[in-house]
């Protein structure tokens, strides 16, 4: 549902339920037969302000994260009982963000900012290098994250994109310890993406990509 006040205020809410279900069956040996189902409801709720060319907003969310496929295989000795992972739980997410976005100069320069914590319970864990997974606790993800689509002149865009964030175990605790205030393993502290395209009069372009991590 979403509601408009004064053509100036905007507040949306919503709710999203997830049901992923995972059924393995083995045509060989069919005692390995399992089923794991992951479900979860999440609400969301946001509110923006906007004017003119800028809108500045804030919103609570979050989502439900499904594992792959290897991430579902078991580790020993439980693969001789089973062929899905029996210590994954549901991950789900929660997160709060504020952010602006807009438009700079009219035609040639808009830009989107944002800032954001996401908690992250029963992440997805890779152990014994990635042999099999498991959950930790908690996770928590902070960022913030700026992007500038820039057209100096006709036919040439520029769009440049920087992130920045601290992901960090919250919670984490296995048989070699406990890692709490670690870095969240898989995820890079800063991305930079840059892109520049050129469009010709007949319809062809080129473009160049560069991304750093």
């Given at each position: 549902g979403e509601v408009t006040l004064n053509d100036t205020w905007s507040a949306r809410v919503a709710a999203r339920y997830d049901d992923v279900?995972?059924?393995?069956?083995?045509?060989?040996d069919p005692k390995l037969n399992a089923k794991h189902t992951f479900a979860r409801?999440?609400?969301?709720?946001s509110l923006s302000w906007f004017k003119e060319r800028h809108t500045v907003f804030v919103s609570l969310g979050g989502g439900v994260?499904?594992?792959?496929f290897n991430e579902i295989d078991p580790p020993a000795p439980f693969d001789t009982a089973t062929s899905i992972n029996p210590f994954l739980k549901t991950t789900h997410s929660?997160?709060?963000?504020?952010?602006?976005?807009?438009?700079?100069?009219e035609g040639s320069l808009k830009y989107d900012a944002a800032v954001y914590q996401i908690d992250v319970k029963?992440?997805?864990?890779?152990?014994?290098?990635?042999v099999y997974y498991f959950t930790a606790g908690k996770t928590r993800r902070?960022?913030?994250?700026?992007?500038?689509?820039w057209t100096?002149?006709?036919?040439?865009?520029?769009?440049?994109?920087?992130?920045?964030?601290?992901?960090r175990y919250v919670e984490y605790k296995n048989n070699l310890g406990d890692f709490k205030d670690n870095k969240v393993a898989g995820l890079p502290t800063q991305i930079v993406?840059?892109?520049?395209?050129?469009?010709?009069?007949?319809g062809f372009f080129g473009e160049l990509n560069t991304t750093w991590i």
């Open positions: 279900y995972y059924l393995s069956e083995d045509h060989i409801w999440t609400p969301k709720a994260e499904a594992p792959a929660t997160t709060l963000e504020a952010g602006a976005r807009g438009v700079l100069r029963d992440d997805f864990i890779p152990y014994d290098g990635g902070q960022g913030a994250e700026l992007g500038l689509d100096p002149i006709e036919r040439l865009s520029l769009r440049g994109a920087f992130s920045v964030s601290k992901n993406h840059a892109t520049g395209r050129y469009a010709t009069r007949i």
